[in-house]
């Protein structure tokens, strides 16, 4: 796995030598910036040069700005860099994480060496904030360009060792053993995301999610014999006409008390989609190499899970599939079978994603009978006129779980906005020839979606992630410059740890 920042915590140092980062605070009185009294010591043989610099860029220490003095006369230093964090006391985990990225991004790409000092006025930076600003660090240093055989000057990625300074350095050592495993969660969803569809077959997806073992994770590779065996035909109907064979990958991890009933993600891994029969447009049809977001977040959880050592049972399901307009491909006016005995009229073969879940919502119900169900796919264009790219589309038959997640959202910044389910919505999506269709027209796609997914849950508590807008090509922040986010991961294992560990 590429690892662009070695990340390391050490005691407050008694100098400052080459790139140096500092936390100023906006002042609670007077023009600012305020810095711890370990901050001044360290800055005192540089007398007045840093409150002047300040004073000149109008910098205060406000939230987001940043003061940058390249070899500073009195100091040792070769680059100190000022990140202003605003109202100390105000800050939450989230910020922290954004403060990390922000430095990250402030960093010369020629950077080795490079010093945090985590101190600010009014008391010892906890060590849990350290461990965010390490995963901020981690995550904004990620860049995807193995497939580049020269790079430009300004493409250049600083692979720095980073030292973070903090008074309680053994502390934030373990809050950030727990957090690493995260960070590497995301990395692994970042790069299937990433990958094009050429080199991430279904067969190959299904490879990689080997890789879990090492932490472990026990990893099961279900092929197209075993899918008909099981009768999931509504996820082969997907697949049928690409000369590339489907795949199920069922992770479990097996950390909480034996017996327990586990909770499952489910991921919907389209790992090209053309649209089929029904096809795409031809323009930004190669954003579809990231149809398979939500079985990239699923990866990554499960490695977040095991690499902490979570106390819970869980298993991972993804549905890896390849939708191709070939002569063997399925058509509108098709019937399929699904693996619950449903029948389903094809519509529109490019709402495919549904078809994949619904046969993998229902054996893992019926497989595992978990505490409850949260798929993950990039499912409907209309989540994105809805709700932009700020926010994924939350749809459940659970008041606790959407209430959960929903706060999980707000503390990691992967945002979810809950939309309704009902019996008038589901009525859209009844056929004249089968159980089902799978499309309910063109008003209200995601919910209609989310219907037809519904279907195959029972009464086990479920959630659904339309994260169309949310899992590839999102907007940049502070922590990601990457096209394919990784989104979901963090959100996820936040959930976990918060609810549903032992």
Same mark, same amino acid.
């Given at each position: 796995?590429?690892?662009?920042?070695?990340?390391?915590?050490?005691?407050?140092?008694?100098?400052?030598?080459?790139?140096?980062?500092?936390?100023?605070?906006?002042?609670?009185?007077?023009?600012?910036?305020?810095?711890?009294?370990?901050?001044?010591?360290?800055?005192?043989?540089?007398?007045d040069l840093v409150s002047r610099a300040a004073k000149a860029d109008r910098f205060t220490?406000?939230?987001?700005?940043?003061?940058?003095?390249?070899?500073?006369?009195?100091?040792?230093?070769?680059?100190?860099?000022?990140?202003?964090?605003?109202?100390?006391?105000?800050?939450?985990?989230?910020? #922290?994480? !954004?403060?990390? @990225?922000?430095?990250? =991004?402030?960093?010369? *790409?020629s950077a080795k060496d490079v010093g945090v000092v985590l101190a600010l006025p009014g008391g010892e930076v906890p060590a849990e904030a350290a461990a965010e600003v390490a995963l901020g660090?981690?995550?904004?240093?990620?860049?995807?360009?193995?497939?580049?055989?020269?790079?430009?000057?300004?493409?250049?990625?600083p692979k720095p060792r980073a030292t973070l300074y903090i008074g309680d350095d053994a502390a934030?050592?373990?809050? #950030?053993? !727990?957090?690493? @495993?995260?960070?590497? =969660?995301?990395?692994? *969803?970042?790069?299937?995301?990433?990958?094009?569809?050429?080199?991430?077959?279904?067969?190959?997806?299904?490879?990689?999610?080997?890789?879990?073992?090492?932490?472990?994770?026990d990893v099961e590779v279900l092929g197209e014999k075993e899918l008909r065996k099981l009768g999931m035909g509504a996820l082969l109907g997907v697949g049928q006409g690409s000369a590339q064979e489907s795949r199920v990958v069922v992770m479990r991890w097996n950390g909480g008390k034996a017996g327990e009933a586990p909770v499952a993600f489910i991921g919907k891994g389209v790992v090209f989609d053309t649209g089929g029969i029904s096809i795409k447009p031809a323009a930004g049809m190669e954003d579809m190499k990231g149809d398979m977001a939500g079985a990239a977040c699923v990866v990554g959880l499960m490695h977040a899970l095991a690499s902490r050592k979570a106390k819970v049972n869980a298993v991972g399901l993804i549905g890896l599939v390849e939708n191709m307009p070939d002569g063997n491909a399925q058509r509108p006016g098709d019937i399929v079978t699904s693996m619950s005995g449903q029948t389903i009229e094809i519509i529109n073969t490019d709402a495919e994603g549904r078809l994949v879940l619904g046969d993998v919502l229902w054996y893992a119900k019926e497989r595992f009978k978990p505490q409850f169900m949260v798929d993950l796919a990039t499912l409907t264009g209309a989540i994105m006129v809805a709700l932009g790219t700020e926010h994924a589309g939350l749809f459940s038959n659970n008041d606790a779980l959407s209430e959960r997640l929903t706060d999980s959202g707000l503390s990691t910044g992967e945002k979810v906005w809950r939309l309704p389910l009902s019996p008038d919505y589901d009525k859209l999506i009844d056929s004249k020839f089968a159980d089902m269709k799978n499309t309910g027209g063109r008003f209200g796609g995601s919910i209609t979606a989310a219907q037809f997914l519904q279907r195959f849950v029972g009464d086990v508590?479920?959630?659904?992630?339309?994260?169309?807008?949310?899992?590839?090509?999102?907007?940049?922040?502070?922590?990601?410059?990457?096209?394919?986010?990784?989104?979901?991961?963090?959100?996820?294992?936040?959930?976990?740890?918060?609810?549903?560990?032992?």
């Amino acid at each position: 796995m590429p690892d662009n920042v070695k990340i390391s915590f050490a005691k407050l140092p008694t100098a400052l030598e080459g790139i140096v980062v500092l936390l100023a605070a906006e002042p609670a009185e007077g023009e600012g910036p305020a810095f711890a009294p370990a901050v001044e010591a360290l800055l005192a043989p540089a007398g007045d040069l840093v409150s002047r610099a300040a004073k000149a860029d109008r910098f205060t220490g406000k939230n987001g700005k940043v003061l940058e003095l390249v070899a500073p006369t009195g100091l040792d230093a070769s680059r100190l860099i000022v990140v202003g964090v605003g109202k100390a006391a105000e800050l939450k985990s989230l910020d #922290w994480l !954004k403060i990390g @990225g922000s430095i990250m =991004g402030r960093l010369p *790409a020629s950077a080795k060496d490079v010093g945090v000092v985590l101190a600010l006025p009014g008391g010892e930076v906890p060590a849990e904030a350290a461990a965010e600003v390490a995963l901020g660090l981690r995550l904004r240093a990620y860049s995807f360009d193995r497939y580049k055989t020269k790079k430009k000057a300004d493409e250049a990625t600083p692979k720095p060792r980073a030292t973070l300074y903090i008074g309680d350095d053994a502390a934030a050592k373990r809050a #950030w053993k !727990k957090r690493e @495993g995260t960070g590497e =969660g995301v990395i692994i *969803a970042r790069d299937l995301v990433n990958e094009p569809a050429n080199v991430l077959t279904p067969t190959e997806f299904a490879k990689r999610t080997g890789d879990l073992a090492k932490v472990g994770v026990d990893v099961e590779v279900l092929g197209e014999k075993e899918l008909r065996k099981l009768g999931m035909g509504a996820l082969l109907g997907v697949g049928q006409g690409s000369a590339q064979e489907s795949r199920v990958v069922v992770m479990r991890w097996n950390g909480g008390k034996a017996g327990e009933a586990p909770v499952a993600f489910i991921g919907k891994g389209v790992v090209f989609d053309t649209g089929g029969i029904s096809i795409k447009p031809a323009a930004g049809m190669e954003d579809m190499k990231g149809d398979m977001a939500g079985a990239a977040c699923v990866v990554g959880l499960m490695h977040a899970l095991a690499s902490r050592k979570a106390k819970v049972n869980a298993v991972g399901l993804i549905g890896l599939v390849e939708n191709m307009p070939d002569g063997n491909a399925q058509r509108p006016g098709d019937i399929v079978t699904s693996m619950s005995g449903q029948t389903i009229e094809i519509i529109n073969t490019d709402a495919e994603g549904r078809l994949v879940l619904g046969d993998v919502l229902w054996y893992a119900k019926e497989r595992f009978k978990p505490q409850f169900m949260v798929d993950l796919a990039t499912l409907t264009g209309a989540i994105m006129v809805a709700l932009g790219t700020e926010h994924a589309g939350l749809f459940s038959n659970n008041d606790a779980l959407s209430e959960r997640l929903t706060d999980s959202g707000l503390s990691t910044g992967e945002k979810v906005w809950r939309l309704p389910l009902s019996p008038d919505y589901d009525k859209l999506i009844d056929s004249k020839f089968a159980d089902m269709k799978n499309t309910g027209g063109r008003f209200g796609g995601s919910i209609t979606a989310a219907q037809f997914l519904q279907r195959f849950v029972g009464d086990v508590p479920w959630a659904h992630l339309d994260i169309a807008g949310t899992g590839m090509s999102s907007p940049a922040n502070e922590f990601n410059k990457s096209w394919g986010a990784g989104w979901g991961v963090r959100l996820l294992d936040h959930l976990v740890a918060r609810h549903y560990e032992s």
